[in-house]
């Protein structure tokens, strides 16, 4: 089993910057590719950002290319999402996931395994 705790969320004025962090307990095995999806109420949970289990491999949604940065810490046991140059789109409950079996199945939330509670992110004018 893997547990996940995102942590980070705020109130932030455009153009202004926040870091996500996921904290990941449990065993090692299993947690394959990690990422972070956002969602707004009544629309469905959007993929953002993707890495693997070593933190090399990293690919953003379009809309966050550029400005979004998924890492992991040293000892592979925190994900972060760096996020600058927020926008009034990027609202919303941010998710980090972890459990998905290949790197082709990262976009889609059915891939993951294992799910953090989401950390809220609001950005005003």
């Known amino acids: 089993q893997v547990q996940l705790m995102e942590s980070g969320g705020d109130s932030v004025q455009a153009g202004g910057s926040l870091r996500l962090s996921c904290e990941i307990s449990?065993?090692?095995?299993?947690?394959?590719?990690m990422g972070w999806f956002r969602q707004v109420p009544g629309k469905e949970r959007d993929w953002v950002a993707a890495?693997?289990?070593?933190?090399?491999?990293?690919d953003y949604a379009h809309s966050v290319k550029g400005r979004f940065t998924i890492s992991l810490g040293s000892a592979k046991s925190t994900m972060y999402l760096q996020m600058n140059s927020l926008t009034l789109e990027d609202t919303g409950m941010y998710f980090c996931?972890?459990?998905?079996?290949?790197?082709?199945?990262?976009?889609?939330?059915?891939?993951?395994?294992?799910w953090g509670q989401g950390t809220q992110v609001t950005v005003s004018a």
């Open positions: 449990g065993t090692k095995s299993g947690r394959d590719y």
């Open positions: 996931a972890a459990g998905a079996p290949t790197w082709s199945s990262r976009f889609s939330p059915g891939s993951y395994n294992y």
């Open positions: 890495t693997g289990p070593k933190g090399i491999v990293t």
